[in-house]
């Protein structure tokens, strides 16, 4: 037993290192078999071993993995995202969820969903610099996405972009003129670079959209009170030249 399964941890690793030709001379285990001749491009011979035994896997994800990575390859995409659905719902926080996804919308040259998958991939592995620039190209293809631009400005102020996420805060504004969130980050904005005018004059459209806004409630008197006599002009312009102002 152990030298077999010294030989199906060797499979493996040939699997991962594209050499499924010695996999599938080592392998006795029927999905590794199935993955070493897709990657050989026999993908009916794959298919028919995945329908054999896929009852016997019944719950667990590797066996919907395999069978929308056979999708894929025959082109049959929406049986693709329809296993790529039933491995979600067994591994709903693995990155090759959106892997799947990104691959098969880059074969349907759909370049605004491709991005948007790469970048929720990105996400899950922890680096979001990079997801961060496939969002800013899916945004290059649609504009006027509202999940991807609130996307776009939270994932900014994580990474403390504050001026360029309230770029996208404002674009928001103009697509959806009610949304609450994006009007208190802009306010909260405004005032603390010293734009008390600017920032008032937000927490009025918040207040005038939802009268009984807690944020508002609570601000409008001090914002209010900044604006009116805070100095807002020169406040402003201090907070970009510092002591320069005097």
């Known amino acids: 037993r152990g030298f077999k399964d010294f030989e199906e941890i060797l499979a493996g690793y040939y699997i991962r290192n594209s050499q499924p030709e010695k996999a599938l001379n080592l392998t006795q285990n029927e999905l590794t078999k199935a993955r070493a001749l897709m990657d050989?491009?026999?993908?009916?011979?794959?298919?028919?071993?995945?329908?054999?035994?896929?009852?016997?896997?019944?719950?667990?994800?590797?066996?919907?993995?395999?069978?929308?990575?056979?999708y894929f390859q025959k082109g049959m995409f929406e049986e693709a995202f329809g296993e790529i659905d039933e491995y979600a719902k067994i591994e709903p926080n693995s990155p090759l969820i959106y892997q799947m996804r990104a691959l098969i919308y880059e074969s349907k040259e759909d370049s605004f969903n491709e991005h948007i998958n790469w970048g929720k991939f990105n996400i899950l592995k922890g680096d979001k610099e990079v997801a961060l620039n496939e969002y800013m190209i899916a945004y290059q293809f649609n504009n006027k996405s509202i999940e991807l631009i609130e996307t776009i400005a939270n994932l900014l102020e994580v990474l403390k972009d504050n001026t360029k996420a309230c770029e996208f805060y404002e674009r928001l504004i103009e697509l959806e003129p009610k949304n609450t969130s994006a009007l208190e980050k802009l306010a909260i904005f405004r005032d603390s670079i010293g734009d008390y005018r600017g920032a008032f004059e937000y927490i009025e459209q918040l207040k005038a959209v939802s009268p009984r806004n807690q944020f508002a409630l609570d601000n409008y008197e001090s914002y209010k009170d900044r604006a009116e006599n805070g100095g807002s002009f020169m406040s402003f312009f201090k907070s970009i030249f510092g002591k320069r102002m005097g």
Not at 43 to 67: R, T
């Open 40 to 70: 050989l491009g026999k993908n009916d011979e794959a298919f028919e071993i995945l329908n054999k035994v896929k009852n016997n896997f019944q719950g667990q994800a590797i066996i919907h993995s395999l069978l929308a990575q056979y």
